[in-house]
């Protein structure tokens, strides 16, 4: 039994590999009526149904070869990715849906008063500010040690050596 069920999913994968997947599904449902209980057959089954992108219906079979294996990892992730295309096109379905049911109005621009028409980003306008302050203070820096020897308010020599000679 076990030889037939083996070359009837051969047979089915053959068939899946020409591309006729309508045909290899007929067959792998023939395996499974002759043994229910092959995960091999439930899992080509599921396979089918994938690249038909009939996801629940894929879902189901990998569910069913995965609980006749549970040590089989493979399906396990055949399982998983399953459930991930499904979840994937449930979230699609809703978010149309979604845009159907509330149909996007483009908001009007409202004119305000006072505003000036070529507004800089505050960002851009905080950078500005900052780098002008930067500015000023390394001028003034520099204007105060190319100034500070020639000016008579400031004293050149220390308090301490004032009404000193030599």
């Known amino acids: 039994m076990d030889e037939e069920i083996g070359a009837l999913l051969s047979r089915a994968n053959l068939t899946r590999v020409r591309g006729n997947l309508v045909e290899a ?11 229910p209980t ?9 396979d089918l149904f994938a690249a038909q992108e009939k996801h629940d219906e894929a879902l189901h079979c990998y569910s069913v070869a995965a609980e006749l294996k549970p040590l089989n990892a493979a399906l396990a992730e055949k399982r998983d990715k399953a459930i991930q295309a499904r979840h994937l096109r449930l979230l699609t379905n809703q978010q149309q849906a979604q845009k159907l049911a509330v149909p996007e109005v483009a908001p009007t621009a409202v004119p305000r008063k006072n505003a000036p028409r070529h507004s800089l980003p505050r960002w851009l306008m905080v950078t ?14 520099w204007l105060g040690t ?7 308010l400031v004293p050149t020599k220390l308090p301490a050596t004032v009404g000193r000679k030599g």
């Open 25 to 35: 599904q007929a067959i792998c449902q023939s395996a499974l009526e002759l043994c």
């Open 38 to 46: 092959s995960a091999d057959a439930h899992s080509l089954l599921g």
């Open 128 to 141: 500005l500010i900052a780098i002008g302050g930067l500015v000023v203070l390394f001028l003034g820096v």
């Open 146 to 152: 190319r100034l500070a020897p020639g000016n008579d």
